[in-house]
């Protein structure tokens, strides 16, 4: 794709709300559009909020220097839920990113610019963030591939942060095939998955998980994993009480004194929300960074001998903007694999309506093997 018409596309879509921000980089090589929580050099770093310094960032971070350095054009700064503190990117500051397949619907957050631009041609790939399903979720609400990768495999310096612990980044992007080349570009390591066939993959459903999906993501949910084995995991709530433990102590230390500081300036529902996360008490915070540790530990056992686990991403269609969603609508089944840091991929499963998204979860550091298997379920299913 060219610059230019990647800023056509821009333009014709503007109401979708993706962007924050633009360049007026020119390139030969891939058109990448970045969540506006990283840093871009010259571009305000507003993580999608009126709180932080509106002062140009005076350099890039690592993974932009690195995705220049391969040739990438930094096309713009992508559009978000405020902090990257919410799954649904109904931002009062910069507006709603609504989703490319209903303008009336949410894109999902909270990197919802940058999966709206892949899912609208407005770019090549975008780079997005993800501490408990932010590129997860929104991946599965508009129809694009999302890359969670193994905590660490990204380096986040020059990311405004939420969670030192969980937070990661990876790539959003219209197929496998695409992705896999983004988080070449983002590590600076070359990736090789394995061909793989999809009748010859070993894929597993967790037990007991699925019997909460709204109507039109459950009947993709039973097509899609009928006849497969269902293993026991770690229980789910447990996993999701301990990650948004870590997550919402992390956060308070991170960005919790502007609730005293800037109240008026942040969005309610992220005021809220870090107004709780100052009350975590510490030794919960340290009793659920231990049991984090466990958690990976059983998971990486039950995974033992399977090539990827399925799970739904979300357990609804993407809601309507303005519309009250509980937060574990979108949330409960992303964010078990934040607190292991397993790598994910979100692939869009066949649907005749709204897009729903299905993980892949594979095993800790097998991000190239779960590519492989993303590839082979994605040729079956188109």
């Known amino acids: ?147 969670k990768p193994t905590t660490g495999t990204v380096d986040v310096t020059g990311t405004v942060p939420v969670s030192h612990t969980q937070d990661t980044l990876g790539p959003l992007a219209p197929d496998v095939a695409t992705a896999v080349r983004a988080l070449e570009l983002m590590t600076g390591v070359r990736l090789a998955p394995p061909a793989r066939r999809a009748r010859n993959l070993r894929l597993v459903v967790p037990d007991g998980w699925g019997a909460d999906l709204d109507p039109p993501t459950a009947e993709v949910w039973a097509a899609v994993t009928d006849g497969l084995p269902r293993i026991r995991l770690p229980d789910r709530d447990r996993l999701v009480a301990t990650g948004s433990t870590i997550v919402m102590a ?27 996360a100052c009350t975590v008490p510490r030794a919960r915070y340290v009793r659920a960074l231990f049991e984090a540790g466990v958690l990976r530990t059983e998971l990486a056992a039950a995974l033992s001998g399977w090539d990827a686990l399925l799970v739904p991403a979300t357990r609804i269609v993407a809601p309507l903007v303005g519309a009250p969603v509980a937060r574990a609508e979108l949330t409960d089944y992303t964010r078990p694999f934040s607190v292991t840091g397993h790598p994910v991929v979100t692939l869009p499963a066949p649907s005749a309506g709204l897009p729903v998204g299905i993980q892949l979860v594979g095993h800790h550091g097998g991000d190239e093997e779960l590519l492989g298997v993303a590839a082979a379920l994605e040729r079956a299913w188109r």
């Open 1 to 147: 794709m060219h610059t230019r018409e990647a800023a056509e596309r821009i333009e014709a879509y503007a109401e979708v709300g993706a962007f924050i921000s633009r360049t007026a980089e020119e390139s030969a090589g891939p058109v990448v559009a970045v969540k506006d929580v990283v840093d871009v050099a010259g571009q305000v770093t507003t993580a999608g909020s009126v709180v932080l310094p509106a002062v140009p960032a005076g350099r890039d971070a690592p993974v932009v220097a690195r995705i220049r350095h391969a040739g990438c054009a930094v096309i713009g700064k992508t559009n978000l839920h405020e902090l990257a503190l919410g799954p649904t990117s109904e931002n009062p500051h910069f507006g709603v990113v609504r989703n490319p397949h209903d303008r009336n619907r949410v894109a999902g957050g909270s990197s919802g610019g940058s999966a709206a631009a892949v899912a609208l041609g407005m770019c090549d790939w975008a780079v997005g963030s993800d501490t408990s399903g932010s590129i997860r979720i929104p991946a599965a609400l508009c129809g694009v591939v999302g890359v």
């Open 250 to 276: 992390e956060a308070a230390a991170r960005h919790g004194r502007w609730v005293s500081e800037a109240p008026d300036r942040l969005g309610a529902d992220v005021r809220e929300l870090l107004r709780e």
